[in-house]
């Protein structure tokens, strides 16, 4: 008993300080009177700062309490004013075109007021955690909406190109297995006999991502980095990923072919690596979930 006493009391005291280190003024970040703490790693010379109704494009990386970066990704929006004090729409309206910061932000406010997730379980309550954002691209709603007709009408057509390819594909790998109701055909590899996947568990997996011809395009284990990331949470991964991750166990094992409306869409990827309207293989291993 004593020594459980201890182990609490030791526990609590590591809780205590993560919290104090969050909620306590950072070293070497200046603080804005909303509250957010920042530091400006890349300042450039433009003075392209979003405006109201304009669409970003930005390099967004989430880190935990001891630096370890927990999501990282491109995304765009249309960039409108911070709805409440201390928002990451703030964040925003400090960068300009090409400027990279580094920020301390409410993480109950960024949790549940802005992407509307629970709050993930390695990250205690009123608290601050760290986010990364550098600014790729600032466009007027006019010239968005211009680059993307442009792009619409040249791919148009490609959709039943893709399902025609798809089906080929299924038919002469001879796969047996029944698509989804969304169109996911699921091949396991091995089952898993341990917790199922829930909103807001951390989970941990490696994956491999692949052209239906076999090419790879990106791999963790190929890297010795497996991904982890709150499941539920907006921005972690495509559609289908999250859809397919959903329905396994921690242990499985498995392959998922899926059209591109569950993947990367008729844009493709941000990197431009994945093509518009291309079907995908993902091989996940589900390696934890807690």
């Not at 297995?177 to 951390?202: C, F, H, L, M, N």
Request: a positive charge.
């Amino acid at each position: 008993m004593l020594l459980l006493k201890h182990i609490s009391i030791f526990i609590l005291l590591i809780i205590i300080l993560f919290s104090c280190k969050n909620k306590s003024e950072v070293d070497d970040y200046k603080k804005t009177p909303n509250g957010i703490y920042y530091k400006l790693l890349q300042v450039s010379r433009k003075s392209k700062k979003p405006k109201n109704g304009d669409y970003i494009t930005f390099h967004i990386k989430y880190f935990t309490g001891n630096d370890s970066m927990f999501f990282d990704a491109i995304r765009s929006i249309k960039y409108n004013s911070p709805p409440f004090r201390g928002s990451i729409q703030e964040c925003f309206a400090m960068l300009s075109e090409n400027d990279s910061a580094s920020f301390y932000i409410d993480a109950d406010k960024f949790f549940y007021k802005t992407i509307k997730a629970p709050l993930p379980k390695f990250i205690p309550p009123q608290s601050f955690f760290k986010i990364g954002i550098k600014i790729l691209s600032v466009s007027s709603f006019e010239n968005f909406e211009k680059g993307k007709e442009e792009f619409l009408s040249w791919i148009s057509g490609f959709g039943e190109y893709e399902q025609s390819v798809l089906n080929h594909f299924i038919e002469n790998e001879q796969i047996n297995a029944s698509p989804s109701q969304t169109g996911i055909y699921r091949i396991d590899i091995k089952k898993g006999d341990g917790k199922k996947v829930e909103v807001s568990d951390t989970i941990t997996v490696h994956y491999e991502g692949r052209f239906l011809n076999g090419k790879i395009f990106d791999s963790t284990k190929k890297r010795n980095e497996p991904f982890q990331f709150v499941y539920g949470t907006e921005w972690q991964v495509v559609k289908g990923l999250e859809e397919a991750i959903g329905e396994m166990k921690q242990g499985d094992h498995a392959l998922f072919i899926m059209p591109s409306e569950l993947a990367f869409g008729k844009k493709g990827s941000s990197s431009g690596i994945i093509p518009a309207y291309t079907s995908v293989v993902f091989e996940v291993e589900l390696l934890e979930v807690k």
